[in-house]
């Protein structure tokens, strides 16, 4: 039998509350970063997709942020990219944190996976954080109650625990079928995308509270020299005067740290030399504004509908 014609694929939606730990389960199962991690909520504010290729199966991850209520026209669109993301895949998992009780936006997601008639996985994560492991079982009760879902795996992101298990139970929602990525392949997103999220990472982890959200980064000059160095020119955006002051920190202090952190992320994602430069700048209120969010990547049909 010809080796393409063993192959099999699958489309799965990552989906949950906020900072149940989405993000950080994907990046485990891949085996590398691909998506920011933060112990904020509503961190992913794209559709990440990454890419797993175990010998013949090959399973295409869209990493989506934590459903909310929005608030805003960015809130909007991730929300949206959510509900699309599901329409559009062969499967979801649905990370929840294990312990805590279903909230209304499992339950909205549940409710969504049985009117598409789509199979789940539920992967109940964080389980290193469990004294009482045997909440767990009432926890998976009252899930297996509001939906059928295929499997059930508890897991640790941080730790690794169980993360090999879940993904043997993702393979099983693979269908015959071509691969849609070269086999090495970790992910789908530009390069110039991945290294503004990567300074958005570090925005998140360093900032005080009333800062992170309001932050987005672009990416102004990427370019590779010959002898290997790439030159990367970034700039952050934030709401006010006084967010630009505490993103620069005291003597350019703060800003020199998260140019730090991110330059040793970059340069272990890209494999070489990164030569970082960081510009603040205030744009008020760009949240709410539709051309503002077109400019840091988000389309003109996120903002239609």
């Keep these: 039998m010809p080796e393409q014609t063993k192959q099999k694929s699958a489309f799965i939606a990552i989906v949950g509350r906020p900072n149940v730990g989405k993000s950080s389960l994907l990046n485990a199962m891949l085996g590398q970063k691909v998506a920011i991690v933060s112990s904020k909520p509503q961190t992913t504010r794209t559709r990440i997709t990454g890419v797993l290729t175990q010998r013949e199966t090959q399973l295409i991850f869209i990493d989506t942020p934590g459903l909310h209520k929005p608030r805003t026209r960015l809130g909007d669109y991730m ?5 699309e993301s599901v329409a559009g895949v062969d499967s979801c998992m649905l990370v929840a944190e294990a312990g805590k009780e279903i909230a209304p936006a499992d339950l909205e997601l549940m409710k969504k996976f049985k009117s598409l008639s789509l199979p789940a996985v539920l992967a109940i994560n964080k389980i290193d954080l469990l004294e009482d492991k045997s909440v767990l079982i009432r926890q998976i009760t009252k899930f297996m109650e509001q939906f059928d879902f295929d499997a ?11 993360v090999g298990g879940l993904v043997d139970e993702l393979k099983k929602q693979a269908m015959p079928g071509a691969h849609f990525f070269d086999d090495d392949a970790l992910t789908d997103q530009p390069e110039r995308v991945l290294a503004g999220e990567i300074i958005r990472e570090k925005l998140l982890r360093l900032l005080d509270k009333e800062v992170p959200h309001g932050v987005a980064v672009s990416i102004e000059k990427m370019k590779e020299r010959e002898n290997g160095i790439i030159d990367i020119d970034a700039t952050i955006f934030c709401e006010r005067d006084t967010h630009k002051g505490i993103i620069i920190g005291k003597g350019g202090a703060m800003l020199k740290r998260v140019g730090t952190y991110a330059r040793a992320d970059m340069e272990q994602f890209f494999g070489g030399k990164i030569n970082l430069k960081l510009w603040v700048k205030v744009k008020e209120d760009w949240r709410n504004r539709e051309g503002l969010l077109r400019n840091f990547g988000y389309s003109q049909s996120d903002f239609d509908q």
């Design 79 to 83: 929300v949206r990219s959510v509900t």
């Design 152 to 162: 059930v795996v508890p897991v640790s992101a941080q730790t690794g625990d169980g």
